[in-house]
């Protein structure tokens, strides 16, 4: 018998194969680094969990894989309505439309046609070793190694296969994207804190087989009914969701049947049969929760696996990939051997507190949602219905990779989200992710970015900063420079009173100056990436 351990050894091994899982795999792939992903079932999923993304998310998964793909049945969800049991107006989540992103600011989507988009992009790229089938079941760490051992999983009986050959896996680094039950977050030990949110709800996918009534036209309902809450979404612009809240009284396994589904579905909606097909229903126990660390060594936690939140404002994948494109660019400035791996320690102190407030915000809107004493609702109706507040604006990045002022504080607008425009360069005019992709960009009036002394633009282009040299408005691209085609970028310069802006890979505002500080500035973010100039490579080649 040959018992000698086969093993693979990569750059960053994922486990887990959802929203979070995809993205990274993608974006580390498309850098041309070796990854593995080890996936427990073996084929994609192939039915919604989530229905809404942001225009933000979409752009990420549109570098991941083929947006038009991607969203192919998708549509803009103008309106989730928040309504009391009478039926009168709380709360509409959405707001006004903005496209900022040039993605809709809301999208309803059908999941399994992103996550298939982005699996397409994936099977191009040889670098990406799929273990799908697969299930981790062992992980351990030195000081240079992560180590993984998959085994086949029998998807038939949902156990490990009996005499499957494990596979062993070795990377610098690894990546727990494997949602809430995480296996990597509990083999390193690591707790969550709960925020205190437990709720049962009832999920039903379905297709319609007919015409909705218009109640159901392109928009989410959250009905904050004392008696029972409830709520229905498009998924994409095919299907139709239902959720209802489970009584307090009511067992799990008493609604986990087709009679109770229909039973619901006609008594709110007078729904039957003969007007959807099911595509499946589920109790979901929805909680809100934080893990304690994000990282222990050399390995990480993403998406679910560091933060699992209630749906209420559908940004759970969407932190998830936020967090995926966080990691993705760092370990390819790593990898590449051009920043100190110190750089992954603001991984955790960036994402951190962005998903943190979201949790929050799910949390209390979760709460709002499921009030089950009819005095406290009637409160909740009036305070929301007359005094409420304006929404908390949606967070910032607020520390790690950003520049700083004197004080040592993130510059004002350092952090944010500036929205994307349409850029003509050398006579082709495409969206500013199509021509730039997921790399820093400098953005420069006419002119400015000639300032920038070569060595300094040598070690920039090493890293592949984009520099955008903005034609003055309303002329033509001459000698290389770039026509802001929707003047998103030159307003961006003029809100900042700046002459160049600098951009991150994942879209956030790293900061900005005029142009007297611009070698300064791009000195500045050289360091903050403690950028090597290669020479980790060379001492890596050395060892
Ligand atoms: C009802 C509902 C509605 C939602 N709606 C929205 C919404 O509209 N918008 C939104 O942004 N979010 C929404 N969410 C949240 C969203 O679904 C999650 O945040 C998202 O799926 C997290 O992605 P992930 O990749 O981190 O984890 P997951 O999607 O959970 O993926 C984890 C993967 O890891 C695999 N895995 C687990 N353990 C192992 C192991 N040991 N070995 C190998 N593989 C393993 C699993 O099979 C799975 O494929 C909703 C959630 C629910 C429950």
């Not at 007919?210 to 004392?226: E, N, R, S, V, W």
Request: one cysteine or more; hydrophobic letters at 40%; glycine letters at 8%.
């Amino acid at each position: 018998m040959n018992d000698v351990k086969q093993v693979t050894k990569v750059d960053v091994i994922v486990v887990g194969y959802g929203p979070a899982g995809l993205v990274l795999a993608s974006l580390l792939g498309q850098q041309g680094h070796q990854v593995a992903v080890v996936e427990r079932w073996p084929e994609l999923y192939g039915m919604p969990r989530l229905t809404h993304v942001d225009g933000e998310t979409a752009r990420f998964i549109s570098l991941a894989g083929d947006g038009e793909q991607a969203f192919r049945e998708a549509w803009d969800t103008p309106h989730y309505y928040w309504v009391n049991g009478k039926g009168q107006i709380l709360l509409d989540i959405t707001g006004e439309n903005t496209k900022k992103m040039i993605w809709d600011d809301h999208l309803s989507v059908h999941q399994p046609h992103f996550e298939e988009a982005i699996h397409d992009r994936i099977l191009t790229l040889p670098n990406v070793k799929l273990f799908r089938g697969y299930v981790a079941s062992e992980m351990s760490q030195d000081a240079n190694t992560a180590y993984l051992t998959c085994v086949p999983w029998d998807a038939e009986k949902n156990a490990v296969a009996i005499d499957g050959v494990p596979v062993h896996l070795e990377a610098p680094y690894l990546v727990g994207t494997d949602g809430s039950k995480s296996f990597v977050r509990s083999s390193l030990g690591i707790d969550r804190i709960d925020l205190g949110f437990n709720r049962r709800w009832l999920l039903v996918d379905s297709y319609p087989t007919k015409p909705l009534p218009p109640k159901f036209d392109k928009k989410g309902m959250q009905y904050c009914d004392p008696k029972r809450p409830h709520m229905h979404i498009p998924i994409g612009s095919t299907g139709q969701r239902f959720n209802f809240a489970l009584l307090d009284n009511e067992k799990t396994e008493d609604m986990n049947t087709e009679d109770a589904v229909f039973r619901m579905l006609k008594h709110f909606h007078g729904l039957g049969r003969q007007d959807l097909t099911l595509i499946r229903y589920l109790v979901y126990a929805f909680e809100c929760r934080m893990a304690k660390s994000w990282r222990t060594g050399r390995i990480f936690l993403a998406g679910d696996a560091a933060h699992t939140t209630p749906p209420y404002l559908g940004q759970g994948a969407c932190a998830a990939i936020r967090d995926s494109s966080n990691l993705a660019w760092k370990f390819d400035l790593v990898l590449r051997g051009l920043a100190n791996e110190s750089i992954l320690d603001t991984y955790e102190p960036e994402r951190r507190p962005h998903a943190f407030k979201l949790l929050q915000a799910a949390r209390k809107l979760g709460i709002l949602a499921n009030l089950r004493n009819p005095f406290l609702a009637a409160i909740r109706d009036m305070v929301m219905r007359f005094k409420r507040p304006p929404s908390p604006a949606f967070p910032i990045l607020t520390d790690g990779i950003l520049a700083r002022d004197a004080s040592g504080k993130p510059m004002p607008g350092a952090g944010s989200l500036p929205g994307q425009g349409r850029l003509t360069i050398d006579g082709e005019t495409k969206t500013f992710d199509e021509h730039i992709g997921f790399h820093f960009t400098l953005i420069a009036k006419h002119g400015v970015a000639a300032g920038i002394p070569a060595p300094l633009r040598k070690d920039l282009d090493s890293i592949g900063v984009r520099i955008l040299d903005l034609a003055p408005r309303g002329q033509a691209a001459a000698n290389g420079s770039v026509v802001d085609v929707d003047g998103v970028y030159g307003s961006l310069l003029d809100e900042m009173n700046a002459d160049v802006a600098i951009i991150r890979p994942d879209f956030v505002l790293y900061g900005y100056s005029d142009s007297k500080g611009m070698v300064a500035l791009l000195s500045d973010l050289l360091k903050q990436l403690r950028f090597t100039r290669g020479r980790e490579v060379a001492q890596r080649a050395a060892a």
